[in-house]
């Protein structure tokens, strides 16, 4: 896919349920309808990107600031048929633009850890190590000792202007 073929913005006309049905297309992911339902909840208030391929929403972030040096990565989806196409490569992008321009030093996502046998958060983990997060440190408190968390930062530089 062409990049520039690609719009990235944020939606100010209802975003969470543009987020719940690219979500729902993604049950290898977001299967778990409680957490679902949290994520679309999240959305309603939190920062959000969206891209665009032909007047069609093919996928999503939404991020948290939680202090003045730091922000999360808090949940990202992109339909699967769209998958591997420059789209959330360029949603990470653009968020990170937004978050020097903030002068946030890092920024976190948290996600299945490799000690998980899922084939699909594997994709998800090279993704994100592919996009410059590295591995910090495995939760297994978080989400329970059947879903351990990966925490994963990144360094965002910026320059002082």
Request: charged fraction near 20%; glycine fraction near 4%.
């Amino acid at each position: 896919m062409d990049i520039d073929r690609i719009q990235l913005f944020d939606s100010f006309f209802q975003p969470a349920k543009i987020c719940e049905s690219i979500l729902r297309s993604l049950p290898q992911w977001f299967g778990n309808e409680k957490a679902l339902v949290q994520y679309i909840e999240e959305t309603q208030s939190l920062p959000t990107l969206f891209a665009l391929v032909e007047n069609e929403y093919v996928g999503f972030l939404s991020f948290k600031q939680h202090n003045r040096y730091s922000a999360e990565l808090y949940v990202m989806g992109v339909r699967y048929e769209y998958q591997r196409q420059g789209i959330g490569s360029a949603l990470i992008h653009h968020t990170e633009s937004i978050l020097r321009q903030q002068k946030l030093e890092y920024w976190q996502v948290k996600t299945l850890a490799a000690s998980h046998p899922d084939r699909f958060y594997a994709r998800t983990r090279a993704f994100y190590f592919a996009m410059g997060f590295r591995p910090l440190e495995v939760l297994t408190q978080l989400w329970g000792e059947d879903n351990p968390c990966l925490l994963m930062v990144k360094y965002l530089q910026f320059t002082d202007k």
